[in-house]
T-cell receptor
């Protein structure tokens, strides 16, 4: 158990809809990262938050947004969903400095 | 972001050592070398990281070339549970973002 909790584990939704994925980081970790992994693809970095502020942005679509709340949990919002958005979405957290990151088990999103 | 190059796949026999190479010729002086692995249907798992000196932990050893342009992850005795995709990542120690950019990784197959 990495200590990072992602909910829900599975999500099936229709095209055009909007979903919210939730991530609770390890206790004390200030950084949260979001990644997308499509079938048989690598991990694509989406966005990073540090103590509530956006710190780095990767290949995140304009239809996607994220935020980190005062209690440090984070949410990834995906809107106007397309079939191609079907993927595993991972959240990771880390402490300050160059420490290791801990990943959750992911949310499997299926858009039909 | 500095890039890494890894072989797409490798095979090893069970209980034999495995040396997983990574080239990072554009590494900067402040880049840490991190290794993660992803088992099937799971989130990535931290393995080891280092800056200049070789590093050992309970999971593996990391050998870093003197010029830091390459490194090798060493699994001392491969088991079937070590079958995974192994990612070598460079993480900037000064930018403040500390984001992890995953490449395609090396898929390790362990033969019984």
């Amino acid at each position: 158990d990495s200590g990072v909790t992602q909910t829900p584990k599975h999500l099936i939704t229709a095209t055009g809809q909007r979903v919210t994925l939730r991530c609770s980081p390890r206790s004390g970790d200030l950084s949260v990262y979001w990644y997308q992994q499509s079938l048989d693809q690598g991990l694509q970095f989406l966005i990073q938050y540090y103590n509530g502020e956006e710190r780095a942005k990767g290949n995140i679509l304009e239809r996607f947004s994220a935020q980190q709340f005062p209690d440090l949990h984070s949410e990834l919002n995906l809107s106007s969903l397309e079939l191609g958005d079907s993927a595993l979405y991972f959240c990771a957290s880390s402490g300050g400095g160059n420490t290791e990151a801990f990943f959750g088990q992911g949310t499997r999103l299926t858009v039909v | 972001d500095a890039k890494t190059t890894q072989p797409n796949s490798m095979e090893s026999n069970e209980e034999e050592p495995v040396h997983l190479p990574c080239n990072h010729s554009t590494i900067s002086g402040t880049d840490y070398i991190h290794w993660y692995r992803q088992l099937p249907s799971q989130g990535p798992e931290y393995v080891i990281h280092g800056l200049t000196s070789n590093v050992n932990n309970r999971m593996a050893s990391l050998a870093i070339a003197e010029d830091r342009k390459s490194s090798t992850l060493i699994l001392h005795r491969a088991t079937l549970r070590d079958a995974a995709v192994y990612y070598c990542i460079l993480r900037d120690g000064t930018s403040g973002t500390y984001k992890y950019i995953f490449g395609t990784g090396t898929r390790l197959k362990v033969l019984a």
